[in-house]
């Protein structure tokens, strides 16, 4: 393998804290969500909300080079993420995530081709895969 890039960030203070990137391109406060028990604070993020928009970026990326690959023209991609923290029957937590995918001009069929392929290259799935749940859809529709 070849090191291409190092992402740096540091957290202080857990979810109540901060958490910023070694270049100070991002500082973000941190707090838990009012469905959680926390203040529900506006101007507050928590760390599945920076995941869910790290994953629809990358996601959309993804969709971008199976097009290439495929041969698609593609315009406007949207892919909006939700990630879910889950209480396990057996006691603990989870993530889940939800990615659905707007994919204009481009008809069902080649849209879930294009997802499928997205999904088998994307970071974020190669990461996550196996470990979590991860739902995907085309225009409201289940891949």
């Not at 202080?12 to 979810?15: A, E, N, T, V, Y």
């Not at 889950?86 to 989870?94: A, M, Y």
């Not at 990615?99 to 080649?110: K, S, T, W």
């Not at 196996?130 to 749940?133: G, Q, S, T």
């Given at each position: 393998?070849?090191?291409?890039?190092t992402?740096e960030?540091?957290a202080?203070?857990?979810?109540q804290?901060?958490a910023?990137t070694?270049?100070g391109?991002?500082r973000?406060k941190?707090?838990?969500p009012?469905?959680?028990?926390?203040?529900?604070?506006?101007?507050v993020t928590?760390?599945?909300q920076?995941?869910?928009?790290?994953?629809?970026?990358g996601f959309?990326?993804?969709?971008?080079?199976?097009?290439?690959l495929?041969?698609?023209?593609?315009?406007?991609v949207?892919?909006h993420?939700k990630?879910h923290i889950?209480?396990?029957?057996?006691?603990?937590?989870?993530l889940?995530?939800e990615?659905?995918?707007?994919?204009?001009?481009?008809?069902?069929?080649?849209a879930?081709q294009?997802l499928?392929?997205?999904?088998a290259?994307?970071?974020?799935s190669?990461a996550t895969r196996?470990?979590?749940?991860v739902?995907?859809r085309v225009d409201?529709?289940?891949?």
């Open positions: 393998m070849t090191l291409l890039f992402a960030a540091t202080i203070g857990g979810r804290g901060y910023e070694s270049d391109a991002l973000v941190l707090g838990i009012e469905a959680m028990g926390g203040p529900g604070d506006r101007g928590n760390p599945e920076l995941f869910a928009m790290g994953y629809a970026a959309g990326s993804a969709i971008d080079y199976a097009a290439h495929q041969g698609v023209a593609l315009a406007t949207r892919v993420a990630v889950v209480r396990r029957d057996n006691g603990g937590f989870e889940a995530v990615l659905a995918a707007n994919l204009a001009g481009v008809d069902r069929d080649d879930r294009l499928q392929t997205a999904h290259v994307c970071l974020y190669r196996e470990n979590i749940v739902t995907i409201g529709v289940e891949t």
